[in-house]
């Protein structure tokens, strides 16, 4: 599994997750994390909130998974 497809799962329920716990819960460290969640938030995969450091799933991207996983 690539490390776009592991945050993007830890985020598949939809839900505001803070940066630091996707870090610890993916094993991935802080700068390599932030790169993805700049490149998944410029191409609209995530909403990112920088001032509280949490991030979340578009509308659309969530809808695409739970499709493609039915």
């Not at 598949?12 to 802080?30: P, R, T, Y």
């Not at 938030?41 to 969530?62: C, N, P, R, W």
């Amino acid at each position: 599994m690539s490390t776009i497809d592991q945050v993007l799962e830890l985020l598949k329920d939809g839900d505001w997750h803070k940066l630091n716990e996707i870090a610890k819960q993916s094993g991935l460290q802080q700068p390599k994390l932030e790169a993805i969640v700049n490149f998944l938030a410029e191409y609209e995969f995530i909403y990112v909130d920088k001032e509280q450091q949490k991030a979340k799933l578009t509308h659309s991207v969530l809808k695409f998974l739970k499709k493609s996983r039915a």
